[in-house]
């Protein structure tokens, strides 16, 4: 069959002819062959898209009627934007432009809440509670909330009736909190979940003005089915199959982009919504790519990928190319804002690669997060802080080979429904560090602890240190010794003593303890030390693995 090549170019970015919309809006350039059009005309093209599929095109008196796949596949892969890629008109244009312009690609969009707002609708919950329903009006996260929502609609040339409704309903919620004077989890999930409702409207609406057929989802309408832990819901296996069959069954039926709320889900008991936990649009993203067997996850940030350490304490971090499923779960789960702790489990599951990008800086190249890399050269991958950790020593009161007590003191904290990082044991004692900050909605307020200690003394002799913060060197286990050797030469220098030292199961993380006020500095030290200098063998004097500057 002859073919011939068809093009779209709206405001001069490519497009794909199989996302030709039914009218070709002003300033569309439509060229066959590599020869420019008029979009009035009627034709019938025959096509191949770049990734080889034979597609049908028909447009009749410049209206695009059909547009066929002789083997029409599905979604190519999810693009996920964080709050900060979608902050702003301007930056929702611009990822506008980012999501057409990869013409190979079909995207499932999920989307973050614009900006702060989440932090912004939880300070609103939190201030209604306790300002009476005559003032719910007046409080400045709600005016910041519309404005930004306002604004953001009239920038983009987008009818505020997209979003209307949910300011509308927004106000009477926090009429109810504050009426209430009570902020429950599960109203705090479905107040928080306006954020993300909103962004995707605006978010497919804007693509549609432009031309490009999109569809809003939220998420707990197509099938994410959550446990009933509202603030830090899990996502069921249920999930998968529901969410393929009503992504791929709409696809089908009627193509378009999908633009899909991140963080939020369906509570399978309570049907209520849930939310997956700070962060949780990373998670959406990677499940999403899981249930439709997707060739690629894109994550797209305000960094340059996942860096050396957070640029927040060493402006000096660097993009790390490559990390594997356990380096970058690792990594997430020791504290690296960047990945949600649980994203990386359904991409691991579908062994889908997952590249995270930079929407400020397309072009970087990110880093690709596969099952397995070349570790040969791998020393240390990047360093992760995670600070306000609590510690506990606790020794066993009874005597040596006294069997059963690391299962007695792990049962305790099973019973309180704690959960323990950084592990150090030897016979008779057990070195801990709890964290407070991994779930945002449950603190580990003083008074849980005290219980903790009340409980384990009756064991043990228990010392409660707080303020630490746990360092975690994630790299190549295999190359421990060096690690360790020069980790220590630094903190040595620094004065700092280390408090407890842990080598996880994972094989791909060492963790240390220190204290809160040197944390910074280690850091920063440390990575001057493994990613600033080069790594030399100085057999000469015996002294092992010397830095020195490259
Ligand atoms: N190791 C790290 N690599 C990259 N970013 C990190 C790291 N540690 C902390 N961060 C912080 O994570 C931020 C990106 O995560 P996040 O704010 O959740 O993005 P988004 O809202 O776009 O999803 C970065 O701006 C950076 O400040
Ligand atoms: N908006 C939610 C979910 C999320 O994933 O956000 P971000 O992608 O901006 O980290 C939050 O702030 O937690």
């Known amino acids: 069959m002859a073919t011939s090549s068809l093009h779209l170019q709206y405001y001069g970015v490519n497009v794909k002819p199989n996302l030709l919309p039914v009218t070709l809006p002003l300033r569309t350039k439509l060229f066959i062959n590599n020869h420019e059009t008029t979009p009035s005309s009627s034709l019938k093209v025959t096509c191949k898209s770049s990734s080889d599929v034979l597609e049908k095109h028909v447009i009749e008196n410049g209206k695009h009627v059909t547009s066929e796949d002789e083997n029409r596949k599905s979604y190519t892969c999810v693009m996920k934007f964080g709050g900060s890629s979608v902050a702003s008109a301007e930056r929702i244009m611009e990822v506008a432009t980012l999501v057409m312009s990869f013409p190979q690609e079909i995207p499932i969009v999920v989307l973050s809440a614009m900006g702060k707002t989440t932090n912004k609708l939880l300070l609103a919950g939190e201030k209604a509670v306790s300002c009476g329903v005559t003032n719910v009006s007046c409080i400045e996260e709600l005016s910041f909330i519309k404005d930004l929502h306002h604004r953001t609609v009239d920038q983009l040339g987008v009818d505020r009736s997209v979003i209307e409704k949910h300011l509308e309903e927004l106000e009477l919620l926090l009429n109810g909190i504050a009426m209430m004077k009570e902020l429950t989890k599960r109203t705090q999930d ?70 899909v709320t991140g963080f939020l889900g369906k509570a399978q008991k309570s049907c209520a919504v849930t939310t997956l936990g700070r962060g949780g649009s990373d998670l959406t993203a990677t499940t999403i790519g899981k249930a439709l067997g997707l060739p690629e996850i894109q994550v797209w940030k305000d ?72 570790m040969s050269k791998a020393i240390l991958t990047s360093i992760v802080l995670k600070r306000n950790v609590t510690m506990l020593d606790i020794v066993s009161t009874r005597m040596l080979g006294q069997y059963g007590f690391l299962a007695k003191v792990f049962s305790i904290f099973e019973d309180l429904g704690i959960s323990v990082d950084v592990v150090a044991t030897s016979e008779v004692s057990v070195s801990l560090t709890l964290d407070p900050s991994k779930l945002w909605s449950r603190e580990l307020i003083q008074q849980e602890l005290d219980h903790v200690v009340e409980e384990l003394e009756k064991i043990a002799v228990v010392n409660l240190l707080q303020n630490r913060s746990i360092i975690s060197l994630i790299g190549n286990v295999q190359q421990s010794s060096l690690i360790l050797e020069k980790a220590f030469c630094v903190l040595r220098r620094l004065g700092v003593t280390v408090q407890m030292i842990s080598q996880g199961a994972s094989k791909v993380n060492i963790s ?39």
Not at 210 to 233: H, M, P, S, W
Not at 516 to 534: I, Q, S, W
């Open 512 to 550: 240390l303890v220190v204290n809160d006020t040197e944390a910074d500095e280690c850091v920063r030290a440390l990575h001057e030390a493994f990613f600033e200098t080069k790594l030399q063998r100085d057999y000469t004097n015996g002294n092992g693995y010397v830095a020195k500057s490259s």
């Open 190 to 259: 479905y107040l928080v979940s306006f954020g993300e409702c909103m962004s995707t409207r605006i978010f497919a609406a804007y693509l549609n003005k432009l031309g490009v057929k999109a569809r809003q989802y939220d998420a707990f309408e197509i099938g994410f089915i959550t446990t009933d832990d509202f603030t830090n819901a899990d996502i069921l296996e249920a999930t998968y199959p529901a969410v393929a069959k009503r992504l791929n069954g709409d696809w089908l039926s009627d193509p378009a982009i999908a633009i």
């Open 303 to 374: 960094v340059d990928g996942v860096l050396t350490c957070d640029p927040n304490i060493y402006p000096k971090a660097e993009p790390v190319p490559f990390l594997t499923f356990d380096e970058a779960a690792e990594l997430a789960y020791f504290g690296a804002q960047v990945l949600h702790p649980q994203s990386m489990r359904p991409a691991r599951e579908g062994d889908i690669p997952v590249r995270v990008k930079n929407s400020y800086n397309p072009k970087a190249p990110g880093t690709l997060i596969t099952k397995e890399r070349d």
